[in-house]
Structures are given as structure tokens and as C-alpha cells.
């Protein structure tokens, strides 16, 4: 499974992928507008930094818009995903940039439905918001397992972006539920690899050797 960092924040992008983790990012308008920075200059400068796909999402509401959006958004970089949201203009824009050869991401996705819907219309990456399910009180993670069996049953090589992550949890079950992809913000991203057990037995093997040391002099 991949890991995509979702986060506009380009210093905590840097950190992060010096550890050779971070294979994509994911942005959204919320995620941008934190920012306070101009939305291209944010974009080109994710793009110099992370080899893997950026996702940048347009803001039109109608096709026409979001495919005139959308192709500018192609040319700051060719690694620019363009991200739509799961509605029925949404999914005109995907079929025609599909077509154009420009990669999209559907955002959105809360029904194995609407998965399916943007898997035929060319998205080259679905996002379901497994977090957001898990708030009205819905598995979040048995739409991603879900969504794959589809996928694989009838060859989509639409990829699956389990979004909406909120814990360790989630990423450990997106990762068992075979989503392609985990989006994950920054702090939690940060917290992946840390462990109470870990923490007490390096403190206890530091102990144990000074220990030795101690008694060897």
C-alpha cells in the first residue's frame, strides 16, 4: 500500500519525504485555503518535492468549467492529478479528461455505487471518505473492501484512496481491506511509527548497556 500525505503544507511535505515514504499528496480547497498561499505556486512547488501524484482539486460545479479548470491545472506539472467530486457533473468531467489522457481522482465516494460509477467513467483513482462513514455510524472500511472486490472482479484499474484517515487504525485496516492507497494527514503520518513497547524497550536496552558498560570498567 502507498502512502499519500494529505496536507498542503509544504515543510511538513519536505520532512516527511526525506524518509523516503511519501509516494503521493492529496489537497483539497479547505486544505489549501489554510495555507493562505496562491493555490498554483502551492501546487508547482508539492510537485518539486514529491515524485508520485498531486492531487489538485477545481472548485467549478458545472463540466464544462471543471474540464477548462482542470487542463490548466494539468500543465503546472506532470505529475497533477485532477480531483472531482462524486456528482454527476463530476463524472462527465472524468470521462472527458479520461479521454484527454489527464489523470482524476473522484473524490467523495460513499457507495460502492458511486465507486463504481467513477470506475467507468475512466477515474484513475476513487477516494472514499472512510472516516466521514464512521461518523454517522457506517464501516468505513467495508465500502474500501468492498470497492476492491469489484474493482478486481471486473479488471478497473482504477486505484482505491482510503480517505477521510483519522488513525492507526484506519490505516492498518485500509491497508487489510486492500485499499491501493492511504492519504494521511502529517500528524498522524508522524505517529505511524512510534509505539508505547517500542519507546520503553529502547529505554531498557539503554539502560541494560549502560549497566555493562558499568561493570566491564
Do not use: C
Amino acid at each position: 500500500m502507498r502512502f499519500f500525505l494529505d496536507t498542503a503544507d509544504v515543510d511538513a511535505i519536505k520532512k516527511i519525504n526525506e524518509l523516503g515514504l511519501v509516494d503521493g499528496v492529496t489537497t483539497n480547497p479547505t486544505i489549501i485555503s489554510r495555507e493562505g498561499r496562491d493555490f498554483e505556486e502551492v501546487i508547482r512547488e508539492i510537485s518539486q518535492i514529491v515524485a508520485g501524484p498531486i492531487s489538485a482539486e477545481v472548485t467549478a460545479l458545472n463540466p464544462q468549467d471543471m474540464i477548462k479548470e482542470a487542463e490548466k491545472m494539468s500543465k503546472w506539472s506532470d505529475n497533477v492529478v485532477i480531483k472531482l467530486p462524486m456528482t454527476e457533473s463530476g463524472l462527465q468531467a472524468t470521462r472527458f479528461l479520461h479521454q484527454e489522457g489527464i489523470k482524476t481522482n473522484v473524490t467523495l465516494v460513499f457507495s460502492v455505487s458511486q465507486g463504481l460509477m467513477a470506475a467507468k467513467s475512466g477515474a484513475t483513482f476513487v477516494s472514499p471518505f472512510v472516516g466521514r462513514l464512521d461518523d454517522i455510524g457506517v464501516d468505513g472500511m467495508e465500502l474500501v473492501s468492498k470497492l476492491r472486490q469489484v474493482f478486481d472482479r471486473y479488471g478497473f484499474e482504477t486505484q482505491i484512496i482510503a480517505a477521510s484517515i483519522r488513525n492507526r487504525e484506519h490505516v492498518e485496516k485500509a491497508a487489510l481491506n486492500g485499499a491501493h492507497i492511504a492519504t494521511i494527514p502529517p500528524q498522524l503520518f508522524e505517529n505511524l511509527w512510534s509505539h508505547p513497547l517500542t519507546d520503553q524497550g529502547i529505554i531498557r536496552f539503554a539502560e541494560d548497556w549502560k549497566k555493562f558498560e558499568k561493570n566491564r570498567g
